[in-house]
């Protein structure tokens, strides 16, 4: 688990812990390890989540799929990255979605319970990981109102330009590269994968935009 310290100090849940104490959190909070393959999945829909899930490596997706089988990818995650915390402080009974490795990823599980629970080590550091994890509930319905407003746009070119010029925001710059690619930016946005490219093409005849697979370059 040392080697990974590096990734542990980025996370959330561990800021303003020093690495004693992220390692002596990890011991507390009863967590375990696990590997996972690309296309295995980490939390089916349906099942219950206690658990949240820490990305030490890897990108996972978390997806829904309609009765049809048509997907949509709700958020994608990355190394440091928390997911599941939403539906593990829910204690849902059936989880509304999907949680699938998009790559080969390495995840520690955490019982959420081990998080806001007493702790009978009377641990120093524990009030600072439950404000964290505080922190990241508010931060995550940040992104859902964010990806709501996206996709609450009427046409394609709307979601496209919502979409783009979050991500312009985000890396402070005209000039950014986007975590997915056309099939999966279509799943994020709800939207035809062929009728994006389409406009995705009218808009840079139209000098809105430049692109290069996933670079973006935005003009207007």
């Keep these: 688990m040392r080697k990974y310290f590096r990734i542990l100090k980025k996370t959330k849940l561990f800021e303003g812990l020093a690495e ?4 002596a959190a990890l011991n507390c ?7 996972f393959k690309k296309g295995d999945i980490i939390i089916d829909a349906g099942e219950p989540v206690k658990d949240i899930a820490l990305l030490l ?10 009765i049809e089988g048509n997907r949509a990818i709700i958020a994608q995650f990355y190394p440091s990255e928390i997911f599941a915390e939403a539906l593990a402080c829910a204690q849902a009974r059936k989880s509304p979605v999907t949680a699938a490795a998009a790559t ?25 990981i439950i404000s ?17 407003e996206h996709l609450s746009k009427r046409t394609i ?35 035809d994968r062929s009728a994006m490219s389409r406009e995705l093409c009218k808009m840079r005849d139209d000098c809105i935009i430049e692109f290069d697979k996933n670079r973006f370059i935005l003009k207007k």
């Design 20 to 23: 004693k104490e992220i390692e």
């Design 29 to 35: 909070l009863g967590k375990k390890t696990v590997k």
């Design 57 to 66: 490596n890897g990108s996972v997706q978390i997806l829904q799929e309609d």
């Design 104 to 128: 080969d990823c390495e995840i520690i599980f955490i019982p959420f319970s081990k998080i806001t629970g007493f702790c009978s080590e009377s641990c120093r550091f524990h009030s600072k």
């Design 132 to 148: 964290n994890m505080l922190k990241i509930l508010a931060q995550k319905n940040i992104f859902l109102n964010a990806k709501i």
């Design 157 to 191: 070119r709307e979601k496209l330009i919502s979409y783009l010029n979050e991500q312009s925001r985000k890396a402070g710059n005209k000039k950014f590269d986007i975590p997915f690619d056309r099939s999966e930016l279509a799943d994020f946005l709800f939207i």
